[in-house]
């Protein structure tokens, strides 16, 4: 049946026999619907949303076979095909072109794309909701859709400004992936960011600086290679956090609020002493200096470097923490002061 034949009332009839008892309804509702185009889309995802996992992996697999738009005309076309390819001849310089042929053939490739678009829009609508047996085939379906597209989404989220490489080494696996960092030099909007999933074993996120929403995080869970992430100063709330979590139990995610002392120590067992300094940074206006050892914030306890990213986590820019530091002189007993710290923020 042609898609513009496709009643919503045909449409309706054949997603219950998604579902039917004989296997052969089933099929023949499924090739149905895979010929009932645009308005077929929405009325699968609601059925993929059911509760029935029969007809929501049959509704999946129907909006996957959208994913992939048809040649144009004249694509491909073996030899004999096409004017003048059955005698050898070329048409004349004058023959008379006929648009009304051409501009349907790409008002047709122009329809079958926006399908694709759409049918990959809800396929990741799917994937991103709570967990279970219907986002984990909707991501599945797309995972497949999205093998050959790697090295594109790599080319563009890098010209959007974000910073990719594959030198990134799990601590807690030993595992080695992509890291993608986006900043405040991000060019894109969110709807680019929905390119990460795109990327193969990517292992660690980190925005920092950027406001996003919830939905924009919630794609993050498409990624199930994903070990680290690292969300400064974006803004998300506490409940878009723990979605996130909740897909990946054994993920370090990491959350702060948007303040940024300008330091670096070693992830290990205390003291928190300081390895790096950043030029400029708030660390370093306050005379913060490598080797020094940091005992508390705010008269808290740091036992760790850890600890001094989490409690720093807990403010944003332009607060103040009184940071209490102990600092080793040759020769003599180490120096204990306090320097009051005003923190920057992540751009």
């Known amino acids: 049946m042609a898609a ?35 308005a077929a889309l929405g009325p699968l995802a609601e059925a993929a949303r059911g509760g029935d996992l029969e007809v929501a992996s049959r509704a999946i697999d129907v909006i996957r076979g959208y994913l992939d738009p048809p040649a144009a005309a004249g694509e491909g076309a073996g030899e004999g095909e096409g004017p003048g390819k059955e005698t050898g001849e070329q048409p004349a310089a004058d023959a008379p072109v006929e648009p009304s042929l051409e501009n349907s053939s790409l008002e047709n490739s122009s329809r079958a794309v926006a399908l694709a678009l759409e049918a990959e829009r809800l396929l990741e609508t799917l994937a991103e909701g709570p967990p279970g047996p219907v986002p984990q085939i909707a991501a599945t379906a797309l995972e497949f ?66 406001k996003i929403d919830a939905q924009t995080l919630a794609l993050l869970g498409r990624l199930r290679s994903l070990e680290n992430i690292q969300l400064y100063g974006t803004g998300v709330s506490d409940e878009a956090v723990a979605a996130l979590a909740a897909r990946f139990p054994n993920a370090e995610i990491d959350v702060r609020k948007g303040g940024k002392l300008g330091v670096g120590g070693q992830r290990i067992v205390g003291p928190c002493q300081i390895t790096q300094v950043v030029a400029g940074s708030a660390a370093d206006r306050a005379g913060l200096q490598i080797g020094d ?3 508390s914030m705010d008269g808290v306890a740091v036992k760790n470097f850890e600890g001094l990213t989490e409690y720093v986590g807990r403010h ?32």
């Open 4 to 38: 513009q034949e496709s009643s919503a009332e045909a449409i309706q009839g054949w997603i219950g026999q998604l579902g039917a008892e004989q296997f052969a309804d089933r099929e023949s509702a499924s090739r149905s619907l895979a010929a009932a185009g645009p």
């Open 145 to 210: 859709h999205q093998l050959g597209m790697h090295e594109a989404a790599q080319d563009r989220l890098q010209a959007l400004g974000a910073k990719i490489s594959d030198n990134y080494l799990s601590m807690a696996s030993g595992k080695r992936g992509l890291e993608a960092v986006i900043d405040t030099r991000w060019k894109g909007s969110p709807e680019d960011l929905r390119l990460l999933p795109r990327l193969r074993n990517l292992r660690h996120v980190g925005i920092h600086g950027l």
């Open 293 to 295: 050892v940091v005992l």
């Open 316 to 347: 944003g820019p332009g607060e103040s923490i009184e940071v209490e530091i102990e600092r080793a002189v040759a020769g003599k007993v180490p120096q204990r002061f306090t320097a009051t710290v005003t923190l920057d923020g992540w751009d």
